[in-house]
């Protein structure tokens, strides 16, 4: 019985040996590396407003509660119908304090004094991950601030959204050019080609 013993302990062994330079090997080939942007991308959504305070540096940050999902590679419905989304309301039921960690600065000129806690509202976020190391352990958080905010989405997301069309116009136009351009210097190319001056 304890050679059956030392056997499986054995066999234990060399699978977590296997597995770990499998995945070593893997992590290699993949060639993976992040790297950190200088930008924050923006975010349009809806989240309940929970309050604002200065910080120690006179800095107002504002704590939201966003809607989330638990898993990115669920779909948004269930097959059970029901959705995949994490409201505000189960955040709050479930009592836990800030549990996003959501604090975001606010942009001067936004007059959120007239915010109800416990309301929900449109917002418009400037947005990345972050972390701060302490005591060896890392807490992740959201830094960025608030750029927009409203009771109508209208109101909130139409210079974001607009800026898609602007976009999209000035890509297509952008494109045109390049495309007669490229026209004019083969049109070009065949005037200045020995065989059409030769049939001239």
């Known amino acids: 019985m304890p050679g059956a013993d030392l056997e499986s302990r054995q066999l234990i062994t060399d699978l977590l040996k296997f597995a770990n330079a499998g995945s070593g ?10 790297t950190l942007i200088a930008g924050y991308p923006v975010l349009p959504c809806w989240a309940m407003w929970i309050g604002a305070e200065a910080n120690a540096n006179g800095v107002t940050k504002a704590t939201l509660c966003l809607p989330y ?14 959705t995949s989304l994490e409201t505000p309301l189960d955040m709050v039921a479930s009592e836990i304090v800030n549990p996003y960690n959501c604090k975001l600065g606010v942009t001067p000129g936004l007059d959120i004094g007239k ?18 190391a302490q005591s060896g352990n890392v807490t992740s958080y959201w830094e960025g601030s608030i750029k927009a905010f409203g ?50």
Not at 25 to 34: C, E, S
Not at 157 to 178: C, E, G, I, R, V
């Open 25 to 34: 090997n893997q992590v290699k080939a993949a060639g993976m590396k992040t």
């Open 69 to 82: 999902v638990q898993n990115p590679n669920v779909a948004m419905i269930k097959f059970s119908g029901a």
């Open 115 to 132: 915010l109800v806690s416990g309301e929900c509202y449109y917002f418009l976020l400037a947005i990345k991950p972050a972390g701060f």
């Open 151 to 200: 009771t109508k989405a209208n109101d909130v997301f139409k210079d974001y959204f607009n800026l898609f069309t602007t976009t999209t116009t000035q890509w297509a136009m952008h494109k045109k050019s390049l495309e007669s351009a490229s026209l004019r210097e083969a049109d070009d190319y065949q005037e200045l080609s020995p065989d059409s001056s030769t049939h001239q």
